[in-house]
């Protein structure tokens, strides 16, 4: 069985930083796709960041790239989500997920991922 814990979330001001980090549990970690989505209230879920299972290949929403920065150490079951120059429209709840080992398909979708996190809040105020 496979869990997802997020951290690091927090209130921050705008222009600053913030590192989200996924623990996960289980065996599948090194071989899965993990992503990174953001839900604001009242708005859909939406991608965020993306990295293969080797994390060789990483993948952004356009409104975040040149400012947030997704990588993984496999060692540690663990996936980060370096968060700089921060923006008020980037306050949102934010969940890491984990698809199925040697996952080839889409990473934009969250029908494309198995495993969920609970969620960790991210405010930024102006």
């Known amino acids: 069985q496979v869990q997802l814990v997020e951290s690091g979330g927090g209130l921050v001001q705008a222009g600053g930083s913030l590192r989200l980090s996924c623990a996960a549990s289980?065996?599948?970690?090194?071989?899965?796709?993990m992503g990174w989505f953001r839900q604001a209230p009242g708005k859909e879920r939406e991608f965020v960041a993306a990295?293969?299972?080797?994390?060789?290949?990483?993948y952004y929403e356009d409104s975040v790239k040149g400012r947030f920065t997704i990588s993984r150490d496999n060692a540690k079951n663990t996936v980060y989500l370096q968060m700089n120059s921060l923006k008020p429209e980037d306050t949102a709840v934010y969940y890491c997920?984990?698809?199925?080992?040697?996952?080839?398909?889409?990473?934009?979708?969250?029908?494309?991922?198995?495993?969920w996190g609970q969620g960790t809040q991210v405010t930024v105020s102006s």
């Open positions: 997920a984990q698809t199925t080992p040697y996952y080839s398909g889409s990473y934009y979708y969250t029908k494309n991922y198995d495993y």
């Open positions: 990295i293969s299972w080797s994390g060789t290949r990483t």
């Open positions: 289980g065996r599948t970690f090194s071989s899965a796709t």
